[in-house]
């Protein structure tokens, strides 16, 4: 990812963390596998449909984990330049959280586009026109993002669903989750608090002790495992924090079910 193209490529990340910097803005998309990225202090997974935003001269972090593709738009100024519309675009996607997610239609778009690219690796002006449809689809995806909240519609919790599941062996943070529907931090934590009634994290371990169940009842994995696959930090965290709300420790709950 090192190299300047004024275009969009499809690459897929070595399983060996990386760590550079370059002078350009770089839009990240999730086409197969996993790969994982720490920008900004933050780490994150990026799977299909999700990506994430790197700035200009932004020292970051990133390996595949496993097989992976992920298309990579670069955006060098020189490419902005005399292109005002296009630009104002740029500079608005990047205000935006770093991390993201992209709706069912826009996933749709990114297959068909990426599926031309690939067919024609050598066509400049392909790759070229691929990237500038889709950074108007994401300036578009970002705004219509915004439009439900300006209306005082209800945040979209399949999408925020979707992401603790993918995530949710790692820590989630507020500023993630905000970030899988276009919405800062403190937007994302009053609105949902007033949708669904808890906060955010009282909501992701809600999630975390489902899965908790689940797991004890229908898998053979140990309780070590099962604390590292539900994301609680140590075998006696998750314990702790079983016992206390459900009344039972992991271990009985599993004899007795």
Known sequence: MASEFTHSRVIALPNHPSLHAHDYRQVVIGLQGQTEFELSGRGSLVGPGQGCLVS???LHAFSGIGQNEILVINLPESVLLGESSMKQKV???????VYFQLDA??????KA???EMIANPHDVILGRACADTLLCVMERHFRDQLAPRRQGHRLNMDIIDLYIRQHISRKISVAQMAGSVFLAESQFHHLFKAQVGVTPHQYVLKKRFELALELLSTSQLNLAQISDSCGFSSQSGFTSAFSRHFGVSPSRYRHDH
Request: net charge negative; hydrophobic share 40%.
């Open 56 to 58: 200009e001269a932004e």
């Open 91 to 97: 500079e608005a996607l990047f205000e935006r959280d």
């Open 105 to 110: 239609q826009a996933q749709t778009l990114v």
């Open 113 to 115: 586009l990426t599926g």
